[in-house]
Antibody, heavy 120, light 113 residues
Framework: QVQLHESGPGLVRPSETLSLTCSLS????????WAWIRQPAGKGLEWIGRVSFTGTADYNPSLRRRLTLSADSSSNQVSLRLTSVTASDTAVYYCARDFGLVVPRWFDAWGQGIRVTVSS | DIVMTQSPDSLAVSLGERATLNCKSSQSILHRSNNKNWLAWYQKKPGQPPALLIYWASTRESGVPDRFSGSGSGTDFTLTISSLQAEDVAVYYC?????????FGGGTKVEIK
């Protein structure tokens, strides 16, 4: 059974870079695309993007300019890097398995999420 | 972007009664390639990640109780809980995967009356 675990800092200063890692177990990173999704407190879900083990990534255009998704096959991890963060980036960030390969589809396995606050 | 609009925002239903949740997309998400609707439904309980319930608008994920069913086509979709159980208290989200960026509805909160 696939398990995903997000890790990273819970607090990031405004204008700095948010870096998160998702560690995968029970599945090979090469089997799927891996997505990031976030949810600000009291709000809905926002798809951030997805990445394959080759590093091929699809980004939400609203974040593309600040976002980099990457993958490390040797450690079975995917990572998110979001630059120039503001308070609007405060959210719970989830890593999830994207069932789709050629195109994104639904998310059938999720990490528990990590709460990130952007504040000075 | 395709905008997903869910209604109502919240719904209180008695135990054992039917709950009907709606989701409307700003454009058709019926894909010509496979004549399927590119829509999924999730259940989210407090402190937990979302859990996939349904994909292709009406296909239940493995392990999901059959009291959950999805229907609809084109732009209008429904998630029905045929007999509400206490463990079904949650927020339910629809999601389109017809085109990028993938988008979610704002959610419907289901409570016990």
């Amino acid at each position: 059974q696939v398990q995903l675990h997000e890790s990273g800092p819970g607090l990031v200063r405004p204008s700095e870079t948010l870096s998160l890692t998702c560690s995968l177990s029970g599945a090979s990173i090469s089997d799927n695309y891996w997505a990031w999704i976030r949810q600000p407190a009291g709000k809905g879900l926002e798809w951030i993007g997805r990445v394959s083990f080759t590093g091929t990534a699809d980004y939400n255009p609203s974040l593309r300019r600040r976002l980099t998704l990457s993958a490390d096959s040797s450690s079975n991890q995917v990572s998110l890097r979001l630059t120039s963060v503001t308070a609007s980036d405060t959210a719970v960030y989830y890593c999830a398995r994207d069932f789709g390969l050629v195109v994104p589809r639904w998310f059938d396995a999720w990490g528990q999420g990590i709460r990130v606050t952007v504040s000075s | 972007d395709i905008v997903m609009t869910q209604s109502p925002d919240s719904l209180a239903v008695s135990l054992g009664e039917r709950a009907t949740l709606n989701c409307k997309s700003s454009q058709s998400i019926l894909h010509r390639s496979n004549n399927k609707n590119w829509l999924a439904w999730y259940q989210k309980k407090p402190g937990q990640p979302p859990a996939l319930l349904i994909y292709w608008a009406s296909t239940r994920e493995s392990g999901v109780p059959d009291r959950f069913s999805g229907s609809g086509s084109g732009t209008d979709f429904t998630l029905t809980i045929s007999s509400l159980q206490a463990e079904d208290v949650a927020v339910y989200y629809c999601q389109q995967y017809y085109t990028s960026p993938l988008t979610f509805g704002g959610g419907t909160k289901v409570e016990i009356k």
